[in-house]
Structure formats: structure tokens, C-alpha cells
């Protein structure tokens, strides 16, 4: 077998370090690889110059990831064919509780967002296409929990443990609502003032594929009411229960 390039591999550590921790300096960055700065600085700018980090907009010497990791693996992706499949029914779901809509599928331990339609208010919630967000504390993430076997809910549980306002037996309540209900509810416990209501997404075999979930204002699921918006999401998942199969 050959050798591997060093400096691709040297590369992909520095991608990967930047994605898991972005907006991240180049000290941070070195720490995370255990490579010299210079050699991180060289990767850093390669990787720049190639599409696949920018600065960090903040005004500080730090880096995040381009869209260009999203879309190629988009391309070959089974998320990229259900972000197509699923965007106009995100749009009907939009167009009928007037706030943002999320696609999320799962990456690794946590969830990344790969599809989305923006609500129509003044006042808005937003989530960058790429972002990853955790599965404890989000509408989309325990309606995913709610929906895996329990072996592999407490595997995800297990990784994010140690993330700020971790509490197992309130999401294990949550995610019990979430089984009875057929939906899940985040009432501002991920994000201050912004709430969510999640439905999983599953295939043609009954298999858990993503999860849609509505994000809005924590003042506006109360007027709205997290039932009625379940309704909605409820019946889109069932159309495309039916499309997948």
C-alpha cells in the first residue's frame, strides 16, 4: 500500500478541526491537530485559497467553514435528493405558519442543516445551511431521539452529556412526550427566546431519515400554540412517507 501524502493529510486534520469548533484561531488549531502553527497557517491558507474556509467575519484572526463542504456532499449525498425532495414541502409548511422550517439530518452524533424556508415576519429565526446543532435540547433533535431505538438514543445522549444544560432525565421526559405525541416541543431550552416544534422523517422501510422542525420566537408558539403547528407538520409527514416509498 503507498504512503499518504502528508500534507493532505495534514490538510483534512486542519478541515476537520475548524468544522468541530468553528470559528476556531490558528492557536486553537494547532492545539486540536498537535500540528506546528506554520504548518497549520500553511493549511489554513490553502484551504482558503481553494473555497473551503474564510475568515470569521467577527473582526478576530479565526476561520469557519465556506458552503462548499455542504454542497459537495450534497451532490453525492442521499441528504442532497431529500433536500430536494423536501423543499416544497418545507414551503407549504411555511406558507401556512408563516415561520422558518428546517431539514436536519443526522452527521454523526449531532445534526446539520441542510434545507430551509424562511419565515415571512419582520422578526425571523435563522440557521445557516452546514450548521450542526445538538439533539437534546432542539424540536428536531428529540423528535429524532423519539424515534430511534433506545440503544442508539442513549449512544447520542452519551456523546452530548457534557454539553451545557445537559439534564438526562428532562429529555428523557421530553423525548417521552415526544413518542406519546407524535411530535416534539423545545420551549427556548437550545437557543434564548426561540422555540421549536420537530417532527421526524422516515422512509419508504419506516427508517428514520431526517427531521422538520419550526423555529420561531418563544412569544409566538404560545399564540400560535404547538399543537396547531403539529397539525401541519404532522400532515407533511405523512406526504412524504408517502413520496418515499
Known sequence: MSQPIQSVVNAFAVLEAV?????VGL???????????????????????TGWLT????????????????????RSAPAGDLATLMQGELTAIREEVGETV???VRDGDAQVVVS????????RTYL???????????????????????????QILDAEA?????????IERHVTAAITRGYAVNRAEWRTDIAGVGVAIFGGAGELRAAVSVSLPATR????????????LLASQRRVAQLLR
Open 116 to 123: 430551509r424556508a424562511d419565515g415571512v415576519g419582520a422578526i
Open 102 to 104: 428546517h431539514l436536519l
Open 19 to 23: 468544522a468541530g469548533h468553528q470559528p
Open 128 to 154: 445557516a445551511l452546514g450548521t450542526r446543532v445538538p439533539h437534546h435540547s432542539t424540536a428536531s433533535g428529540r423528535a429524532m431521539l423519539a424515534a430511534m431505538p433506545p440503544a442508539q438514543r442513549q
Open 27 to 49: 492557536s486553537e488549531t494547532a492545539r486540536l491537530t498537535g500540528l506546528p502553527k506554520t504548518t497549520v497557517l500553511r493549511c489554513l491558507s490553502t484551504l482558503r485559497e
Open 221 to 232: 408558539l404560545e399564540d400560535l400554540g404547538a399543537e396547531s403547528i403539529a397539525d401541519v
Open 162 to 170: 457534557d454539553l451545557p444544560g445537559f439534564d438526562r432525565d428532562d
Open 55 to 74: 475568515a470569521s467575519p467577527n473582526g478576530r484572526s479565526e476561520w469557519a467553514l465556506t458552503n462548499k463542504a455542504l454542497l459537495m456532499g450534497m
